[in-house]
Structure formats: structure tokens, C-alpha cells
């Protein structure tokens, strides 16, 4: 029963608050995205519990050929299947566990521009703890229920959500122990939403080895060479972007180079952090002072070009002394003084096809946002460093 007992105090410890545990995924809650619409839209099923493909909102048979555009002009044309991976994993303590799925999305739909892809593959999980344990079985076949991606291509750049879960049971073991009863393991697999322009979707981030949230599909059929060993293309002076983090601050960034070693170049940051109007606690938050500079030592972006897609890794925290005054739900106030603000910039780690790309996903009951861009914005004085 020891295996048993850890994990049932495992998933206790997700439901509390500043618990830096191990625990297994959340239950999850196809609503995080929703935006107002059907929840019932993309929703993900337990697949050791429904063994039948399932569709939503009167989507038609796997094997129906799509709808298609139907003469409506749109911003981009077809792009195909997207073969990749997708994983989030929660640690702490040193243990971790971690639900990965590599995916090949198929055409489900296509109406109007917008493309809508059910998974096909296999999910695996892991369970890393004080002891070497084995998980039987460790992985499964995707069910097409399992997840949802869905493109749109009315506009530039072309946007898109992913998301997806599954769970099913198994026996997880410690090494010179009795096989323990079959438990439900798995859990969330992808949980994003974005823009892009190139032929690849992708965004997340990577916290001390621990925490991770990303995804990254690639285009079936599109090309990605590598001019090995010269750069595949050449380094840019200045970037643009945004970057928050619901716990901590919103910033609009200008990204300069400062140094170039090879194929990797390092930029400093400049701009404005911003403290949110909203956070976990509180209904409304106002906070004096309000914003503060950017300083050049607040965050780093790192961009190699060795191969496409390249590699892009940004961070970024920005404190400043001040007050807040959190309005609860309850319609309670309380004021704290000390330092605001915080991380801007979550160790987000991506890769990059094409001038532009955004991302933004949920982990934790924390939102994390991003976008960069090599082209200056249409108005330009409006973005601070400029």
C-alpha cells in the first residue's frame, strides 16, 4: 500500500494552495480556453473509459473529407498535417511527473478557414520519485477524443489552440517491491494557444528542471535544412515584443543585441513592466506605482541559429518598491508595502519559423503570455526604449 498512500498524498497536496510538492496532473478543464463558447467544444474524455472516436459539435466522420474553404478567400492556404510533441510536467522536491505526447494531427474539418485536427500517436507518463519505479503500462495509443487542434487562417498571422489530455490506469511499482493495484495516471498533455507565420507552431517553458509547459508540431512536408556549420541565417539587432505573467508583471519589451558568439546571439532588455489589475487573490489590485523601467540586467534573450527552425530563450523579472492595495471578492481590502511587480518572463523556451510568433498558456492557476517579432510595430513611439 506504500505506493498507493504516496500518491493518493500526492494528489492531496495538489489541491492545496503554495504547495511545492510533487503531485500528480490536474483534472483538466477544457473551460480554461474557452472564451464563452460551448464547453462541450474540443472537450477531452478518459480514454480507458471510451474505447469509440468521438466528435463535437456535429463534426463529421474521421474518414469524411473535409468541407473545405468553399470559395471563401483566405489569409493563408492549406498547411496540411503538423507532426510533433507536446508535454507538461509538474516537480518540485525533487520528483516530478510528466504526461508527453507525440502526435501526428489529422485533418478533421475544414470550413471557412478554419482547420480543426484530432490526435493519433501515443501518450506516455512519468513518475519520478525517492524511489526507481516502473509504470505498466507506461504509455498508450491516442484516442482521436484525446485533444483538439484547431488553425485559423482567416488573418495574418495564422492563429491556432492546442490542447489535450489523457488518462488511463497502471501499475506503478518501486524497484524490490509487490506490484501495486492499477491507479489512474496521465493526465493534461497540451493546454496553448498562439500565432504564427512560418510552418511551425510552438511555445513553453522550461522552470529550474522541474516545472515544463510546451509544445512544438512542425508542418508535414515542409523543409527545415540546416547550413551546418555556418549560421542558417543572419543575427538581428533589434526585437520587439510583450511577455507577462499573471503573478507577476506585464512588459512590452525592445530587444537589443549585445553580444554574438558564432551562431548565438544575446540580447538585453529595455522597456516597461507594469503591475496586472487582477491577480489569484484579488478581484481588483492598484498599485502605486504602477509600472516601472526595464533595467538591461532584468532579463536576457538568447537566440541560436544553427539550424531551422532557430532556438529562442527569454527571461525576465522586473521589481520595484511600492504599495498595493488588493480588493478580495468578498469586497475586503487590504494594503501591502514592500516590493511589487516580479517575473515578466518565465523561462520561455521555443522554436521560431518565420518574422512573427505569441503564445500563452495556463500552469497552476498562473497565465504566462508572449510574443516577439523581428519587424518594428506600426507605431513605433508607442513602444517604450524606441
Known amino acids: 500500500m506504500r505506493r498507493r498512500t504516496l500518491l493518493a498524498t500526492a494528489l492531496v497536496a495538489a489541491a492545496c494552495n503554495g504547495d511545492d510538492g510533487t503531485r500528480l496532473p490536474d483534472p483538466f478543464d477544457a473551460s480554461e ?13 478518459d480514454s480507458s473509459q471510451n474505447s469509440d472516436a468521438t466528435h463535437h459539435d456535429g463534426a463529421p466522420a474521421l474518414d469524411a473529407p473535409p468541407a473545405g474553404d468553399a470559395g471563401v478567400a483566405c489569409a493563408r492556404a492549406p498547411l496540411g498535417e503538423w507532426i510533433g510533441a507536446s508535454v507538461m ?9 510528466a504526461t508527453r505526447a507525440d502526435v501526428r494531427w489529422k485533418l478533421d474539418s ?9 490526435p493519433t500517436g501515443t ?46 490506469d497502471a501499475s506503478i511499482t518501486c524497484k524490490g517491491e509487490s506490484p501495486e493495484p492499477p491507479m489512474p495516471v496521465g493526465g493534461p498533455w497540451a493546454l496553448g494557444r498562439g500565432s504564427f507565420d512560418g510552418d511551425v507552431i510552438a511555445g513553453g517553458f522550461y522552470a529550474h528542471d522541474e516545472d515544463a509547459d510546451w509544445w512544438e508540431v512542425r508542418r508535414v512536408g515542409a ?28 512588459a512590452t519589451i525592445t530587444w537589443t543585441r549585445v553580444s554574438t558568439d558564432g551562431c548565438v546571439d544575446r540580447f538585453k532588455a529595455s ?72 517575473a515578466w518572463g518565465w523561462f520561455v523556451e521555443t522554436v521560431w519559423d518565420g518574422t512573427a510568433f505569441s503564445g500563452s498558456t495556463t500552469f497552476n492557476d498562473v497565465n504566462y503570455r508572449w510574443s516577439l517579432t523581428r519587424l518594428p510595430p506600426v507605431e513605433e513611439a508607442a513602444w517604450p526604449g524606441r
Open 223 to 250: 523543409e527545415f535544412p540546416s547550413t551546418a556549420p555556418d549560421c542558417v541565417e543572419p543575427p538581428a539587432d533589434h526585437l520587439w515584443g510583450t511577455a507577462s505573467v499573471s503573478s507577476g508583471t506585464d
Open 89 to 97: 510536467k509538474d516537480g518540485g522536491s525533487g520528483a516530478y511527473s
Open 33 to 45: 480556453f474557452n472564451d464563452g463558447r460551448d464547453p462541450s467544444d474540443g472537450a477531452v474524455v
Open 123 to 168: 501518450v506516455s507518463f512519468t513518475f519520478r520519485e525517492q524511489c526507481d519505479n516502473t509504470i505498466e503500462p507506461a504509455s498508450i495509443a491516442l484516442m482521436p477524443s484525446d485533444g483538439s487542434l484547431t488553425i485559423d487562417r482567416r488573418r495574418l498571422p495564422v492563429t491556432y489552440e492546442i490542447r489535450g489530455a489523457t488518462t488511463w
Open 271 to 342: 522597456g516597461v513592466a507594469t503591475a496586472p489589475t487582477v491577480n489569484e487573490r484579488c478581484s481588483t489590485v492598484f498599485t502605486q506605482p504602477p509600472s516601472a523601467p526595464i533595467a538591461s540586467s532584468d532579463g536576457e534573450l538568447v537566440i541560436t541559429r544553427f539550424s531551422r527552425p532557430i532556438l529562442v530563450q527569454f527571461r525576465g523579472d522586473t521589481s520595484w518598491p511600492g504599495a498595493r492595495t488588493c480588493t478580495q471578492p468578498d469586497g475586503t481590502t487590504y494594503i501591502e508595502h514592500g516590493t511589487m511587480g516580479g
Open 110 to 118: 475544414s470550413e471557412a478557414c478554419i482547420d480543426r485536427y484530432y
